[in-house]
């Protein structure tokens, strides 16, 4: 019995997240540069041919993955608005749900592909394109105006409000590159993150 539209699209997607995920795997031991489509394809035990039937190119599928890895960063900005409390208990709010994604392990290789996206040379045009859009949210800026909100309450320190981001964002790449050198590297309470934001 041959598969329905629904079937087929939903197996197109199921295979298209499979290379992503295998992508993810590989971009983040071998970087963007040693990255072959080959090895993709190995890691997602697919053949070559099937992987550029889904994806033209190992830049398209690093493009992806780095806007995945800001989105994903921004959607928990924006989930800790929606958190009852001050301002300085939402951003503790999200401290939590970041380091408990760390421990688990699922977003390690997201905040990676950040890094390397913001860091190397190497990345395609179409990354260097997308932190340049109008369009694209950096967790950084859109972190700040939960930070002044809390100046503005006196519950988060009056210092420079970038700053304040960034040396967070910091704290937690550092973070997430610990735990993937070493999986056993004990992560910090949020609370102890939190402090210098007073």
Known sequence: M?????????????????????ALKV???????ATKISDIAKEANLSHGLVYHYFQSKEEIFTLLVQRAAD????????????????????????EQILHS??????????????????????????????TSKEFKSPVHCLIPLIMEGQ??????????????????AFIQGFAINKLQWAQCPLPEAASIMKIFK
Not at 2 to 22: V, Y
Not at 72 to 90: H, N
Not at 105 to 116: A, R, V
């Open 2 to 22: 041959p598969r329905t539209d629904i079937q087929n699209l939903a197996l197109r997607e199921q295979r298209r997240e499979e290379i992503l995920q295998a």
């Open 27 to 33: 971009f983040a031991r071998r970087g963007m540069v």
């Open 72 to 95: 994903s960063s921004v959607q928990i900005i924006e989930q800790a608005y929606l958190q009852a409390g001050t301002p300085f208990e939402k951003i503790t709010w999200m401290t």
């Open 102 to 131: 760390l421990a688990e392990g699922q977003q390690i290789l997201l905040f990676l592909i950040m890094i390397q996206a913001s860091t190397s040379d190497a990345v395609p045009e179409e990354v260097k394109q997308l932190f």
């Open 152 to 169: 503005q309450h006196h519950d988060i320190i009056s210092e420079n409000p970038l700053q304040l981001a960034v040396s967070y964002y």
